[in-house]
Nanobody, 113 residues
Framework: QVRFVESGGALVQPGGSLRLSCVAS????????MGWYRQAPGKQREEVASIALNYGTNYAASVKGRFTISRDNAKNTLYLQMNSLKPEDTAVYYC???????WGQGTQVTVSS
């Protein structure tokens, strides 16, 4: 079964930027619709962005215009470029393939001054 490892989270000031990465094991990454999700303390996990096999993208209203999802199938890697970060973006960020129910460790993003 494919596994995902997220990285790139950090403490950043409001207005700052971060790029998250998600590396997939195996050779089938290119066959998956992929998404970034986040879970803030006391809240349910929510989808932030997704990218289809044809590279079409969708974003949650709260991040549209600030976040960009991309993928590099040759490197089995999914990215999330996050700009103009806000305190409400603070959460653990996860990547996953559409329909999969096993989650990785995630990466912590904290936006605070």
């Amino acid at each position: 079964q494919v596994r995902f490892v997220e990285s790139g989270g950090a403490l950043v000031q409001p207005g700052g930027s971060l790029r998250l990465s998600c590396v997939a094991s195996g050779s089938s990454f290119r066959l998956y619709v992929m998404g970034w999700y986040r879970q803030a303390p006391g809240k349910q996990r929510e989808e932030v962005a997704s990218i289809a096999l044809n590279y079409g993208t969708n974003y949650a209203a709260s991040v549209k215009g600030r976040f960009t999802i991309s993928r590099d199938n040759a490197k089995n890697t999914l990215y999330l470029q996050m700009n103009s970060l806000k305190p409400e973006d603070t959460a653990v960020y996860y990547c996953n393939a559409l329909g999969m129910t096993t989650w990785g460790q995630g990466t912590q993003v904290t936006v605070s001054s």
